[in-house]
């Protein structure tokens, strides 16, 4: 063969291969738009039941404005509510075996709720209900702060100096629960319990005076914490200015005034 007629021969080859990948890029493409299309949005409500359990995971409405945070909460939440499910199902079989009365089926319920956004936070709790056939129920809840600019989890020790001490935080919480629990269950009660540390316990953030801020924090203590059962939980509010001096530099822009007036402790 020539040598123009092998230059001809290599030029059809590499226009056939360049014709393949791009027909292959168009097809990827294609298939990825397709995907997107068809893939139902992520639900804002899970539930389940079947003779061994009735489960259902709440998220609220406002989650969809944050993708990852949502996909997240649900996911995480369906697979907590299916493990359930199989935990309650083993536990059928074994009292079935012991000639245990069989019992109804036992019921968890999750409801997430948003206490306030900021421009790089959202701060949220949930209620979570259990029945699994006990003395009584159980309920109490949990906590979730969100980096909207990472779209990561914030430890709640993450907003505060690390070498930050925190002892005035701790007197304010022992007082404000003391107060709390007198008001509850009367001086006669006898002091079963220990005052929480400012460290250690669980809170939401709320939002402030100003808009789009934190102007405190909503302590949880969930019943058996800090006492009887019979007593429920406890709520506690602390103003931005009982802990604004331990805050983290890094997080101080997000917290200012005081806690808006719609935000109360629940007695």
Not at 4 to 29: I, T
Not at 57 to 69: F, V
Not at 75 to 83: A, F, V, W, Y
Not at 201 to 218: C, D, E, K, N
């Amino acid at each position: 063969m020539t040598q123009p007629g092998r230059a001809a021969v290599l030029l059809l080859a590499v226009l056939v291969l360049a014709g393949c990948d791009s027909k292959k890029k168009v097809e990827a493409e294609l298939i990825k738009a397709d995907a997107a299309v068809a893939a139902p949005p992520i639900p804002t409500r899970f539930a389940a039941s079947n003779a061994d359990a009735k489960v259902e995971l709440a998220l609220p409405a406002r989650i969809e404005r944050y993708p990852e945070l949502h996909a997240k909460l649900y996911n995480d939440g369906r697979q907590q509510m299916l493990d359930f499910v199989k935990h309650a199902a083993g536990d059928r079989i074994r009292f079935a075996k012991k000639g245990v009365p069989e019992r109804g089926p036992y019921q968890r319920t999750v409801v997430w709720t948003i206490t306030a956004v900021t421009p790089h936070l959202i701060s949220l709790r949930n209620a979570w209900f259990d029945d699994t056939g006990g003395a009584h129920p159980n309920h109490g809840s949990d906590v979730l702060l969100w980096d909207r600019v990472r779209n990561v989890m914030v430890l709640q020790s993450e907003l505060f100096k690390p070498d930050a001490d925190t002892r005035a935080q701790d007197f304010w919480l022992c007082e404000a629960l003391t107060k709390a629990k007198l008001a509850r269950v009367g001086p006669s009660a006898p002091k079963s319990w220990t005052c929480p540390k400012f460290s250690d316990a669980h809170a939401v953030l709320v939002p402030s005076t100003t808009p789009f801020r934190i102007g405190g924090m909503m302590f949880l203590f969930d019943p058996y914490v800090i006492g009887a059962y019979a007593e429920g939980d406890y709520e506690l509010l602390m103003p931005l200015v009982q802990f604004q001096s331990v805050l983290a530099p890094g997080w101080a822009v997000d917290f200012t005034g005081a806690p808006a007036p719609t935000v109360k402790a629940r007695r």
